[in-house]
């Protein structure tokens, strides 16, 4: 299937006419400026589906719900569920495809309203985040983690093979692709000393995540099973859950991690559909230990998404890609993880974004953080132009990449990319008991 | 200082103008019924603060903003700030206390339809959470269950006595006192079986918290002094953190809770001011390892607050007291408790709700749960009407109760309560391997 706009065709392209992503953009210049509304994107453009919705040419077909896409959101849309997602897919599909509707293709005005180049967007946060929830659904991650800090032999925690575990997240520092981010400052204590101090986080990492967009709500007390649950999945996302390793370390036990992830997780702008995804799906591996009912596929739900993390200082003059891994390379899928959060009676909303928790292929050249890439920090990494890296240091910028393959066109997932700033000042009064720096 | 509304003036009274708490109501009837506003309570009545702002007796005095108390949260009125919540609560007490201004006293017809009496008004939950986090900053608390768990002598984490140690909670669960909550299912696994099974919790908890109701939002990247975040606090609320002691168990390591947490958590449908808490400041114990200065406090930030819980069985004719304790048992104050949250950068928003963690006293008639108070079980607690109880059973109530005592006045909590109806029915579809019940 091809585009009547020349640039979706170019196999490299991540923005086909079959992807037909869902993202949040405002213009960088123009009366409109600084207006964000609901767009997609076809090849090297952004449509206006503001636009397209006021002329008619898309609808969600629900009368009494009112426009949804001149808004700042998308979760209006979103909320609306499977039915409509198709119907508006497919309307777009029909006005972007070759041999379509021509209602857009033939009508310049309307045309150049509507079909902005991607340099003249500015890409915001595609919905308002409900709540973050991040999984831990890695069986290599898991594993190269346990074996760091319990040994080989304990690595898997007892409930691992049994339960998709997962912790509350924060949702208020969930930003887009492109924002920076601070160094977080937090109390840091060596094994070897008396007290803890405070002050900027010397182990800062990345995590490789997909993050799944919960797009319908579900009931208080009522437990929904994994079919259900994968219906009410609107789409995926790239993201990083940047993560300080030794803040974490002092902290997170016995509760979990709470600063150590709280201070920012970076998504890529635009959403990917469960429905574009649908030619990609792949079963999760082979059960070690049999599931509870409740956590049963009734077929499969992973999708076969190749996965990159690229590095690079600020010095430096090309990026390193310190990763190639696949979404495959998960235990658990999203949509069990979906049904596990509702298993105690946890209502979901529209707008919730679930981690799926870093994703590590099986050798070294997949891992999905640094802290696994560096192996705690003994193996430092190399980059293209001779620097070494355990952890991230100041003005390294950090992108990820996904798409999937199709036979000649790939859904890509744009990047998901990062740039640490440095950590902010300490105020005298903020000052604690301080070793250094 | 009296009111001209004399239930208020009852010493027993937990409404007193001293108080001037903050919450949402609609009626019971009449054709304003369902329409939720703002309101505060005086003696036995609610008072309507939409049309008192309408009618200009009562305003935030930012000409920019509008109207705040005609909407069903007090998230716009509480995103204003200090200035204006005294301003606006400085007006309410001169329109409600005996000598004051005499506009709503005189007027019959303005006060009929502003004062309405408690019995016809249906409380809702009074802000809208934007995101919830439980600490755990009780010490009795805290050693309690580190014993029964881990020996006296590990009982308290090394980390306790340096971080207010927390975890992200649910929002889309918190409920306002008197939903009837449902006990929930999950996995559970007893420690000599070899796999899990999933079913209803069996060890279905209380604990007993206050809950800090954050005003001002704070940015991203820019931590907050404990003097700043003391400011930032709009009031108190009741808190029940629901627990589901036996999921917990199974599931927490190495993440921290999650669904044993996530089916419910119940708050009183008043926001008692810090304004209205200012007679009643009181120090956090003394410490027994110093702060790290971020964490160190410029004055008195608990509360002298009275607290008590009571049980009722469905068949029941009385409830027991099966708690008395006070505030002031934290380790941590919630201002400690915020500057902590916001020491990584995370950015905190208007709305957001903090959990104090169970507040034990030092005697067995003051622990803050059922798990402290029967020992992990072992100990049966034994009702007014003969029943024992170690958890808690479908049908019973749990209220809890709070209240500050003043010379002659008490600025009372109200009530936050709830019902344990059983689990819901798993459908054959999510039954797991099922051992039991």
Not at 144 to 165: K, S, Y
Not at 308 to 323: G, K, L, N, Y
Not at 368 to 387: A, N
Request: hydrophobic fraction near 35%; proline fraction near 7%.
């Amino acid at each position: 299937m091809k585009s009547w706009i020349e640039s979706a065709n170019k196999p490299e392209s991540g923005f086909p006419v079959q992807n037909i992503p869902f993202g949040i953009a405002s213009l960088k210049a123009g009366p409109d400026e600084d207006v964000r509304r609901c767009v997609t994107a076809i090849g090297e453009c952004v449509v206006d589906l503001a636009k397209l919705e006021t002329c008619g040419l898309i609808s969600t077909g629900v009368d009494d719900f009112g426009p949804v896409f001149d808004k700042p959101e998308l979760n209006d849309f979103m909320s609306l569920g499977n039915v409509v997602w198709k119907r508006v897919r497919t309307a777009l599909i029909e006005l972007l495809k070759e041999d379509g509707n021509s209602a857009l293709r033939e009508n310049g005005e309307l045309r150049q309203q509507v079909i902005i180049p991607m340099e003249n967007a500015v890409m915001h946060l595609p919905f308002r985040i409900a709540e973050y929830t991040d999984f831990y659904a890695g069986r290599q991650h898991a594993t190269n983690v346990g074996t760091m800090f319990r040994g080989a032999e304990n690595a898997l925690p007892p409930n691992w093979l049994h339960i998709p575990i997962g912790y509350n997240g924060r949702a208020s520092t969930v930003v887009v692709s492109g924002t920076p981010v601070y160094r977080p400052n937090g109390q840091l204590k060596a094994p070897d000393a008396q007290m803890p101090h405070f002050g900027p986080c010397k182990r800062l990492d990345i995590e490789l995540e997909m993050g799944a967009v919960v797009g319908v709500s579900s009931n208080m007390g009522e437990p929904v099973t994994v079919a259900q649950a994968d219906e009410m999945i609107f789409g995926y996302v790239l993201l990083n859950d940047w993560s300080a390793r030794d803040i974490q370390a002092w902290e997170y036990q016995p509760l979990g991690p709470f600063q150590a992830k709280a201070f920012a997780t970076s998504i890529s702008p635009w959403i990917i559909t469960r429905l574009a995804l649908e030619p990609f799906r792949v079963s999760t591996p082979e059960r070690e230990k049999p599931l509870l009912d409740y956590l049963k596929e009734p077929g499969p739900m992973l999708y076969d998404i190749n996965l990159e993390v690229e590095m690079q200082s600020s010095t430096a003059s090309t990026p390193t890609t310190i990763s190639r891994t696949n979404y495959t390379n998960l235990y658990y899928s999203a949509a069990q993880q979906l049904a596990h959060h509702t298993s105690s009676g946890c209502k979901m909303n529209t707008g919730d974004l679930l981690g799926s928790g870093t994703i590590s292929g099986p050798e070294k050249s997949g891992f999905g953080s640094l802290l696994e890439i560096s192996w705690g920090g003994k193996e430092p990494l190399k980059l293209e132009d001779g620097e070494e890296r355990t952890f991230i240091e100041d003005g390294d910028k950090l992108t990820l990449r996904g798409w999937a393959q199709g036979e000649g066109y790939r859904i890509g997932f744009g990047e998901c990319a990062g740039t640490i700033l440095p950590a902010p000042d300490i105020g005298s009064n903020q000052k604690g008991h301080r070793h250094e720096n």
